[in-house]
């Protein structure tokens, strides 16, 4: 089954474009004049936050508006940044559980295949929290929204990257598997991949490589990737926090190895995700975008 391309509506509301967002009708409008399968759902106003969807009649005027330009929601990255998962107050009256389930509603109701989440926290953890405590709250967590999103058929993928805790391949690798059910997966975003396991950004000491970089780290996620996000990386950060997500061929990236290691890896999904995260121009270059994976659609994407 040839892949279908979509693109994260938060390269246009976040960082560069947050004080001047683009709504996500025209994001959505543009990406139908692009030819675009799919639209990626930022959970973020001013797009589209669950709390701002909670009558039938505000999320048929959103399915209304998906139809209208003949595009799918690839996936749905809620706003967590209020209970994060490392913390006590994620666990108090289940802030977190309530949270997610809100947001999973949603995708259930607007037919998103799959829910985001991320350990909001940075490397730095909180005050007060230790390594062995946050992971012990992040797995029990997501272990039981696996199990919420299982039942309502809708995937569960983590997001690792620099800008949050548990950033080193071997955390990543052993994560998985601590939560260890068969609903949770990694989104394996390219860009990050490369900086967590080549240029360790971020990491606390001591800092962890691979001598394969994101490759090797595909294969060690062998049967654990639930979702990919395609973009280059520069080997830099974005505003020292994140990783730069650099237009397809600005970066050092080489996805005539990448692409066909995440295969091997046994990601059979059917979206390929275009993240132009935090790039100041993400509007002017999403249709050169489309056009630089189109290529490996047509190389890889039938095998």
């Known amino acids: ?15 560069p474009y947050s004080s001047k967002p683009i709504d996500f009708e025209t994001v959505v409008r543009r990406l139908a004049q692009l030819r675009f399968d799919g639209v990626e759902i930022c959970g973020f106003r001013p797009h589209i936050h669950a709390d701002d969807y909670e009558s039938p009649a505000k999320v048929k005027k ?11 929601p690839s996936g749905y990255a809620p706003d967590f940044t209020q209970v994060p998962p490392t913390t006590e107050a ?5 802030a977190y559980l309530r949270t997610f389930e809100k947001n999973l509603n949603l995708c259930v109701a607007l037919g998103i295949p799959s829910i985001r989440v991320d350990c909001v926290s940075p490397p730095t953890l909180p005050p007060g929290v230790d390594h062995a405590t946050a992971w012990k709250r992040v797995v029990g967590l997501w272990q039981k ?5 299982a039942q309502a058929r809708v995937k569960l993928v983590w997001e690792f990257e ?5 950033n080193k391949p071997s955390e990543i690798v052993r994560l ?21 396991s080549v240029v360790a950004a971020r990491q606390p000491e001591p800092k962890e490589t691979l001598k394969g970089g994101a490759v090797e780290l595909a294969g060690l996620l062998k049967g654990r990737i639930g979702h990919i996000h395609l973009i280059d990386s520069d080997n830099t950060l974005h505003d020292n926090e994140t990783s730069t997500h650099a237009p397809f061929g600005t970066g050092v990236l080489d996805f005539d190895k990448l692409i066909p290691a995440i295969l091997d ?10 993240d132009l995260c935090f790039w100041p121009h993400a509007w002017e270059v999403t249709e050169a975008a489309k056009g630089f ?3 490996f659609v047509e190389k890889y994407g039938e095998k």
């Open 176 to 196: 998985v598997a601590d939560v260890g059910h068969p609903n949770f997966s990694v989104l394996f975003d390219t860009c990050h991949a490369h900086m967590v």
């Open 162 to 166: 620099p800008g949050f805790c548990f």
């Open 145 to 149: 929204c696996a199990e919420l999103a």
């Open 265 to 274: 890896a046994g990601y059979d999904g059917e979206w390929w995700t275009v």
């Open 62 to 72: 959103l399915k209304d508006l998906l139809a209208k330009y003949k595009l799918s």
């Open 90 to 94: 994620a666990l108090k009256n289940d």
């Open 1 to 15: 089954m040839k892949p279908k391309l979509s693109v994260g509506s938060w390269a246009y509301c976040f960082g």
């Open 293 to 295: 994976l189109a290529r």
